[in-house]
């Protein structure tokens, strides 16, 4: 029943929405968002020996609740560019060894 003439039922709207939405949904492209230094160490990992591999990892438990953890959460996003890849071994050097955490090279 109608109780503004002319006007959809909230039943109809709804419909409406969801349909709109699943259209909308469907149409957009699929996103990988796995960054790519995490698709190079996985695919690097995989080279290692079978000793050096870590069986835990594999356990289908362990891999779902890691799944689960690493979702995104309120607030959280993508990021497509590390700020911590742009900084060179060189300047970490230089504040790790200034901070007394690793030796100082000798240079003749």
């Given at each position: 029943?109608?109780?503004?003439?002319?006007?959809l039922?909230?039943?109809?709207?709804?419909?409406v929405?969801?349909?709109?939405?699943?259209?909308?949904?469907?149409?957009?492209?699929?996103?990988?968002?796995?960054?790519?230094?995490?698709?190079?160490?996985?695919?690097?990992e995989?080279?290692?020996?079978?000793?050096?591999?870590?069986?835990?990892?594999?356990?289908?438990?362990?891999?779902?609740?890691l799944a689960?953890?690493?979702?995104?959460?309120?607030?959280?996003?993508?990021?497509?560019?590390?700020?911590?890849?742009?900084?060179?071994?060189?300047?970490?050097?230089?504040?790790l060894?200034?901070?007394?955490?690793?030796?100082?090279r000798?240079?003749?």
């Amino acid at each position: 029943r109608c109780l503004l003439p002319g006007r959809l039922t909230w039943w109809s709207a709804l419909v409406v929405m969801l349909l709109s939405l699943s259209t909308m949904i469907a149409a957009r492209p699929q996103q990988n968002l796995q960054h790519i230094a995490v698709v190079e160490n996985a695919a690097w990992e995989q080279t290692l020996p079978q000793q050096f591999q870590n069986p835990f990892y594999k356990t289908p438990r362990v891999r779902d609740a890691l799944a689960r953890s690493s979702w995104f959460g309120p607030g959280e996003e993508v990021v497509y560019d590390r700020q911590a890849e742009k900084i060179s071994r060189m300047e970490i050097y230089n504040v790790l060894s200034h901070a007394g955490l690793i030796p100082r090279r000798r240079f003749l």
